[in-house]
Every structure is written in structure tokens, then in C-alpha cells.
């Protein structure tokens, strides 16, 4: 079975603007960032000592988020940036070692209220994921159902995020942040889908018509108990008012075995080409988080991915993000 979502004639325009960036595009990281300003820590500091108080638990508060009034104005200013400027934030200043690891949940869910719609990642529900190394291999990643790149050491090749197609939703926003942070590498890469256009339309004109036409993705089994397999048919490109990408190398590899349909020519040709301009190092944005960080991401026009990383001998010091999937309000 498989789900089919409607194409978009080819873009033709070179695309303009502060979405189109590469990696020397940011002279300062404030471009790109904001930090917290005192207001804010303030009434979130009081919050927690709420918290400490009545000995909530981070299942209490996300049932009902303690609500950070202050944070209003600025979440207004980060949902532009994230919308129709560069396309992706780090949120900064959090003093982290004041809080517990549930603490600093408690405060990014309760931010993210004002953010958008928190949305459900898996069939468990949950909508605050971890993403720590589950001692998965990359050939797991590649060759077991159900593996993610989340629960592994390996680098992840830069792509978007999807929802569980049952859920009928739209992953507008992709918000990490940082409980620990790996003994080496585990750095974020960002890339814009404005960016890869323009070089595809300058250099790949035909090529770039391929990827206007669909393409099968895998569900990575997230299906319901007794559900038949399901793909998406989907193109990488579309265009509606901006541009918008939709793409995992492996999840289309893996959508065309579950299909069992051979990858054509086309296929190969464009992806090929694709993934030798996503590679290309100018274009790619390497971001390091610390601990207390959040990064939010425009699933639709920045790809992010990882590079690969060591982690602490002791469990207690593990690399350990947190993920929340956003849908914008309407």
C-alpha cells in the first residue's frame, strides 16, 4: 500500500534571500542565535523552584506546562527567523548546571509551548523523545527494521524528519537540546534546500526536474499493530509559496526494497547528483551545542544531520539530546 502526495511544476527562479545560505553567510553566530535574556531566566528559575516546591515531575508538567509568560515576545521573533529567515535558531544562555536533566525538560517543553503544536514522534506517544546511542551499529541502521539513526554512534547524513504518516501531520519544526553532550564530535550540520536549488538549477537544470517527480520513502515500521506496510510517493522538491524539500537518502532506498521495485536509472542519476552537491563543505553549517542548548530547525527548507561521536566510558555522561517535533499554529 502507499500514500501518494501531489507534485509541483519545476521552480525556475534563482531563490533569493536570507534562506539561501551557505556556510560563510553568517559573519556572527547572533544571526542565527538568541540568548535568553534575564526576564526570561528569572520568572523560568522561579518556575522550577515551583516545581522543587511542590515536587512535581516532569510527567506532571507535561501534562500541564508552567507557562513563561516573558518568553512571548521573543518566541515571536524566533518563529520569523525560523519561517522566512535563515531557518534555523539556537536558543543560548540557560544555566544548565542549575538544573537537573528534568529540570531543563520541564523548561524546554514549557518554551515550546509558545513555539507551535508539540507533535507525537512514534507509535509509543511519545512527544519528548531521547536521542542517545542505543549500541546500534550503522549497518543496523541500514539493514534492521526499525533502527534509527538516533539510537546510534554513526554520523547522519543530512535530511529532513517525518511523522508517522497515520498521524496525517506536517513536521514544520525540529527543536534539540542538549542534557549532555558527547566526549567528542556529535556536532549538528545544517545545509538550506535554497541553496541546493539555486546549484541545481544552475548546473543540473534536468536533473532537477527529476527530483520535482516522486520518489518512494520507507516508513521505518512505524506502523500500527496488524498494518500492512505502507510508502509515501513523494517528489524531493515542490514548490507552494516557498520551497520545500522532503528528503533521507536511506528512507527512499529503503521505500523502493519495500516496494520491491528496482532503483532505475533516474533514480540513481539524481540522487547521485544531489547528494554530490549536499556534500559539497562551503555549504554545510557545523553547529557545536552545550549542554542547556536547544537548536530548532525548518524541517521544510534546512536539512540537518550529525557527524559521528565518542561517548564517555560511564553511562551517567553519555551523549544525551532531547527532540520535540513542531507543527506551526495555524
Given at each position: 500500500?502507499?500514500?501518494?502526495?501531489?507534485?509541483?511544476p519545476?521552480?525556475?527562479?534563482?531563490?533569493?534571500?536570507?534562506?539561501?545560505?551557505?556556510?560563510n553567510?553568517?559573519?556572527?553566530?547572533?544571526?542565527?542565535?538568541?540568548c535568553?535574556?534575564?526576564?526570561?531566566?528569572n520568572?523560568?528559575?522561579?518556575?522550577?523552584q515551583?516545581?522543587?516546591?511542590?515536587?512535581?515531575?516532569?510527567?506532571?508538567?507535561?501534562?500541564?506546562?508552567?507557562?513563561?509568560?516573558?518568553?512571548?515576545?521573543?518566541?515571536?521573533?524566533?518563529?520569523q527567523e525560523?519561517?522566512?529567515?535563515?531557518?534555523f535558531?539556537?536558543?543560548?544562555?540557560?544555566?544548565?548546571?542549575?538544573?537537573?536533566?528534568?529540570e531543563?525538560?520541564m523548561?524546554y517543553w514549557?518554551?515550546?509551548?509558545?513555539?507551535g503544536?508539540?507533535?507525537?514522534?512514534n507509535?509509543?506517544?511519545?512527544?519528548?523523545?531521547?536521542?542517545?546511542?542505543?549500541?546500534?551499529?550503522?549497518?543496523?541502521?541500514?539493514?534492521?527494521?526499525?533502527?534509527?539513526?538516533?539510537?546510534?554512534?554513526?554520523?547522519?547524513?543530512?535530511?529532513?524528519?517525518?511523522?508517522?504518516l497515520?498521524?496525517n501531520?506536517?513536521?514544520d519544526?525540529?527543536a534539540?537540546?542538549?542534557?549532555?553532550?558527547a566526549?567528542?564530535?556529535?556536532?549538528?550540520l545544517?545545509?538550506?534546500?535554497?541553496?541546493?536549488?539555486?546549484?541545481?538549477?544552475e548546473?543540473?537544470?534536468?536533473?532537477?526536474?527529476?527530483?520535482?517527480?516522486?520518489?518512494?520513502?520507507?516508513?521505518?515500521?512505524?506502523?500500527?499493530p496488524?498494518?500492512?506496510?505502507?510508502?509515501?510517493?513523494?517528489?524531493i522538491?515542490s514548490?507552494?509559496?516557498?520551497l520545500?524539500?522532503?528528503?533521507?537518502?536511506?528512507?527512499?532506498?529503503?521505500?523502493?526494497?519495500?516496494?520491491?521495485?528496482?532503483?532505475?536509472?533516474s533514480?540513481?542519476e539524481?540522487?547521485e547528483?544531489?547528494?554530490?552537491v549536499?556534500?559539497?563543505?562551503?555549504?554545510?553549517?557545523?553547529?557545536?551545542?552545550?549542554?542547556?542548548?536547544?537548536?530548532?530547525?525548518?524541517?521544510?527548507?534546512?536539512?540537518?544531520?550529525?557527524?559521528?561521536?565518542?561517548?564517555?566510558?560511564?553511562?551517567?555522561?553519555?551523549?544525551?539530546?532531547?527532540r520535540?517535533?513542531?507543527?506551526?499554529?495555524?
Amino acid at each position: 500500500m502507499k500514500i501518494s502526495l501531489e507534485t509541483t511544476p519545476v521552480y525556475q527562479l534563482m531563490i533569493a534571500g536570507s534562506g539561501a545560505w551557505s556556510r560563510n553567510s553568517f559573519v556572527e553566530s547572533n544571526n542565527w542565535s538568541y540568548c535568553l535574556n534575564p526576564v526570561i531566566l528569572n520568572e523560568i528559575d522561579n518556575a522550577v523552584q515551583e516545581v522543587r516546591r511542590n515536587a512535581k515531575t516532569l510527567h506532571n508538567v507535561m501534562e500541564k506546562s508552567f507557562f513563561i509568560s516573558s518568553f512571548k515576545e521573543a518566541a515571536i521573533k524566533v518563529l520569523q527567523e525560523l519561517k522566512t529567515g535563515c531557518g534555523f535558531v539556537v536558543l543560548q544562555g540557560l544555566p544548565a548546571e542549575k538544573y537537573t536533566d528534568d529540570e531543563i525538560c520541564m523548561v524546554y517543553w514549557s518554551l515550546s509551548h509558545l513555539l507551535g503544536i508539540r507533535l507525537v514522534q512514534n507509535l509509543q506517544e511519545d512527544r519528548l523523545y531521547s536521542v542517545f546511542d542505543k549500541g546500534y551499529s550503522q549497518d543496523d541502521l541500514a539493514f534492521k527494521s526499525g533502527v534509527r539513526g538516533t539510537q546510534t554512534r554513526a554520523p547522519l547524513d543530512l535530511h529532513t524528519d517525518s511523522a508517522p504518516l497515520f498521524r496525517n501531520q506536517s513536521v514544520d519544526v525540529v527543536a534539540m537540546f542538549v542534557l549532555r553532550p558527547a566526549k567528542s564530535g556529535g556536532d549538528s550540520l545544517l545545509i538550506s534546500a535554497q541553496a541546493l536549488h539555486n546549484i541545481i538549477l544552475e548546473k543540473f537544470p534536468k536533473l532537477l526536474e527529476r527530483l520535482y517527480q516522486p520518489y518512494y520513502f520507507d516508513r521505518r515500521a512505524e506502523l500500527q499493530p496488524g498494518e500492512s506496510p505502507i510508502t509515501l510517493l513523494a517528489p524531493i522538491f515542490s514548490y507552494q509559496d516557498y520551497l520545500r524539500i522532503r528528503y533521507s537518502k536511506i528512507r527512499i532506498f529503503k521505500g523502493y526494497e519495500a516496494e520491491g521495485l528496482p532503483l532505475d536509472s533516474s533514480v540513481t542519476e539524481s540522487l547521485e547528483m544531489l547528494e554530490s552537491v549536499i556534500q559539497q563543505n562551503h555549504l554545510i553549517r557545523n553547529i557545536q551545542l552545550n549542554r542547556g542548548e536547544m537548536l530548532l530547525v525548518n524541517n521544510h527548507f534546512v536539512l540537518h544531520g550529525r557527524t559521528a561521536f565518542e561517548d564517555d566510558i560511564h553511562p551517567e555522561k553519555k551523549r544525551h539530546l532531547m527532540r520535540i517535533w513542531l507543527s506551526f499554529n495555524p
